[in-house]
């Protein structure tokens, strides 16, 4: 577990299938503990997160990515949120779901993004430095330093996704942080505009 901006830490689990890095966070913003989209836990992740207190919340950005948020749950006894849109599909009990537009425990904007992999996708933003944008499978941090969007098979219609994504660039922000692949830690703006533009209508 690496840390990469104030309060925020990575660690990363790589998928021999996907041939990626699985990334999760932890971020620890004003009073509150919370783990986004978590992979398996090294010792050295959980005793980072153990030595800051009480985890309070796991933040699932979709369907596909409860990934060891169950196991977290048990082992650290905090509170699980997951997307409304998706939570029916999921085998997990959701604390709460949430959906666009709301405002999450420290301060962590939800983003719900239109006619993606799955109907819940949402992205987190964090108004924290510059701006750091939290996505899960919306894009790949592939190959490093750029982004891609999944393979076409992937959505019900790819130039919806596009236009569902391009609302990414309302918002002011330079990090962006992948669940699957490597983050951006800078000029993440400029990389989603790029891959738009390559997926032309």
Not at 126 to 149: E, H, R, S
Not at 168 to 181: I, P, Q, R, S, T
Request: negative net charge; aromatic residues 8%; charged residues 25%.
């Amino acid at each position: 577990m690496k840390p990469i901006f104030p309060g925020i830490w990575q660690w990363s689990w790589f998928s021999e299938e996907k041939q990626l890095n699985f990334n999760g966070l932890f971020l620890t913003v004003g009073e509150h503990r919370i783990l986004v989209d978590p992979p398996p836990l090294t010792a050295e992740a959980t005793t980072v997160i153990r030595r800051q207190g009480q985890l309070d919340y796991i933040i699932v950005t979709n369907r596909d990515h409860a990934r060891e948020a169950e196991a977290c749950r048990r082992d650290f006894g905090c509170q699980l949120f997951l997307p409304e849109a998706d939570a029916p599909q999921m085998d997990l009990k959701p604390t709460r779901t949430f959906k666009d537009g709301e405002l999450l425990p420290g301060g962590i904007w939800v983003i719900h993004l239109l006619d993606q992999k799955s109907a819940g996708e949402s992205a987190l933003f964090i108004q924290q430095g510059k701006g750091v944008l939290i996505v899960g499978d919306a894009l790949i941090g592939k190959p490093p330093g750029a982004l891609t969007m999944l393979p076409e098979e992937k959505y019900h219609d790819v130039v919806k996704a596009k236009e569902g994504l391009r609302r990414l660039l309302k918002y002011n922000f330079d990090a962006m942080l992948v669940g699957d692949g490597t983050s951006i830690m800078t000029g993440a703006k400029a990389a989603v505009e790029k891959v738009l533009a390559e997926h032309g209508s």
